[in-house]
């Protein structure tokens, strides 16, 4: 363990340094993805204002407002870059640089996406959850935080950047036999994003939305935001949380698997 | 002007046959686009699904409502400049983005042409074909699909002042742009800053009665892109906010010339990243 610290290390650093100097970038960049909540967020009140009830399929109004800003603070924190490195790496051959050192691939890109992530946990993590939590105070006049979900949401997502880093690994060595990740990377986010709920609350999908339940997409942000609302019941936790970490597991195999099938046709041009 | 319409044909067809040469690229960025607002589409008809239309309401009472199709028709009209401005004028993104930060501005300022016509019309980006066409099957289909109380207060003669306007509702989009990819003159970098308020634009998508004022302001005056669909579109649908198409000139104008005036200023005090 502490050997995995002392190699990896450095890597990590890398990714904070790399972020701190693109902060003003990332920030921007923020804002304007911010903007498509907020967007959702007056579209859903004058949804809520034209219904009878005050609840659309177990939605209130206040509901929905935590799950649009939490489903978006999941995605940012469990958003991989991995495909694209990985995959950038083969198509220009600088994936052989990496290969001859004593490191493991994919765990050179963890490391040095975790180092990155220190520095958005900062900015995105703590002024979200304040502001939803300000939010549902003054709007239920009532501190709704639970704090032992809030740990259980913390795991949970934790487990999810772990799906979504593995997908996309396996994704980025596509790039041997697909040639292209730019249309089909915006086909692959289009597909994950609805299906993982994260633009309608797969609830609202009747028994189709029940079955995406299953699928390792939900596992990505649906069920950590639902832990976080405290719409799911003990058992229902225990169970799609071991369903993430069966997806986990399937996912770090697949990828080892893929990994030692694309290097046998890896070839360098020069480099 | 006619010399710079002939460049910008040759630039086209240049593109067209780069184009040839990636077939399956630009089939599967085309797929995705597709994709992605279908997806989009799909989520507006589950949240439809719920209710009867979308009100807009003060203190409880119904101010103002627009059914499904209308939504979807104000969604589809917002595609169409959009799109076009995206079909011509796609390169100033790369301007903010990398062209600046790589020190490849140097070859526009050495040609004998001017630099802003020379940095919009050097790509071609088809991809936009299926934003705009996207567009105008949301409008076909929504008005056949129209309960005709709907139907019925549309006047179609109302779409050739919109069409005339049109050309102002693109510059909105190619000022905006150009605006803040010449910021990239000082910073190297602001690609992000034209995301940021490119993003605003998904506020115009939905009827504009539904923001508080400060977001109505904003997208009407500040980043007019309320002005190139929901009030245009409205107009259509039911002859409501005239007043919005002589504004679109006016406010398309002076945002072409703050555009302008900061592209020069940024221009002057450009230097290279160099290599």
């Known amino acids: 363990m502490k050997r995995l610290i002392r190699i990896y290390k450095p890597f990590t650093r890398a990714g904070l340094l790399e972020m701190v100097t693109y902060r003003v970038n990332f920030l921007f960049f923020l804002l304007g993805e911010i903007m498509r909540c907020f967007v959702m967020f007056f579209v859903w009140k004058a949804v809520f204002d034209s219904s009878d009830s005050s609840t659309l399929y177990g939605f209130t109004y206040d509901n929905m407002v935590v799950y649009l800003f939490i489903t978006f603070l999941c995605g940012y924190i469990t958003y991989s870059d991995g495909s694209y490195a990985v995959g950038k790496e083969i198509l220009d051959g600088s994936i052989a640089m990496r290969m001859i050192k004593p490191v493991d691939f994919d765990m050179c890109f963890l490391f040095q996406e975790l180092g990155g992530k220190i520095l958005q946990l900062l900015i995105v993590f703590a002024p979200i959850t304040i502001g939803v939590e300000t939010y549902r105070w003054i709007a239920n006049g009532a501190f709704m935080m639970n704090v032992p979900m809030f740990f259980l949401f913390i795991l949970s997502l934790l487990l999810a950047y772990g799906i979504n880093f593995f997908f996309n690994v396996i994704y980025g060595f596509l790039a041997f036999y697909l040639k292209n990740l730019w249309g089909t990377g915006i086909i692959k986010n289009v597909i994950m994003d609805f299906l993982s709920g994260a633009t309608v609350p797969l609830a609202f999908m009747g028994s189709f939305g029940k079955a995406l339940g299953y699928l390792p997409f939900a596992s990505l942000s649906y069920t950590p935001v639902m832990i976080y609302m405290g719409m799911y019941s003990p058992l229902e936790i225990i169970f799609y949380m071991s369903l993430q970490l069966v997806w986990l597991v399937v996912f770090i195999v697949s990828s080892k698997l893929v990994l030692s099938s694309a290097m046998k046709r890896l070839v360098v041009h020069g480099g | ?275």
């Open chain 2, 1 to 275: 002007m006619m010399r710079y319409i002939r460049l910008h044909k040759i630039f086209i067809k240049q593109d067209l046959k780069k184009l040839m040469e990636y077939k399956v690229d630009f089939l599967l960025g085309a797929v995705g686009f597709l994709l992605e607002q279908a997806a989009q589409i799909l989520c507006l008809g589950i949240i439809f699904a719920g209710i009867p239309a979308l009100c807009y309401t003060v203190d409880g009472v119904v101010v103002d409502s627009w059914g499904f199709n209308e939504v979807l028709f104000i969604y589809g009209f917002s595609l169409i400049p959009k799109g076009i401005d995206h079909l011509f004028f796609d390169n100033l993104w790369g301007l903010g983005y990398w062209i600046v930060d790589k020190g490849d501005f140097d070859k526009y300022l050495t040609r004998p042409i001017n630099s802003w016509f020379y940095v919009l019309c050097e790509k071609f980006c088809v991809d936009a074909l299926g934003e705009i066409i996207i567009g105008i099957v949301l409008i076909i289909y929504s008005t056949l699909s129209m309960p005709a109380q709907v139907a019925d207060a549309i006047n179609w003669w109302r779409v050739l002042p919109v069409l005339a306007v049109m050309p102002f509702a693109i510059l909105i989009f190619t000022s905006i742009k150009t605006a803040t990819a010449a910021i990239s003159f000082w910073t190297k970098r602001s690609g992000h800053i034209t995301h940021m308020c490119y993003m605003t634009n998904e506020f115009a998508k939905y009827p504009t009665k539904i923001y508080n004022t400060f977001i109505k302001t904003a997208i009407t005056f500040v980043l007019p892109f309320a002005l190139t669909a929901y009030y245009p579109a409205i107009y259509i649908l039911r002859g409501e906010s005239v007043w919005s198409l002589p504004v679109t000139v006016l406010v398309s104008l002076a945002l072409f010339g703050i555009s302008q005036l900061i592209w020069y200023r940024g221009i002057s005090s450009y230097e290279s990243a160099g290599s």
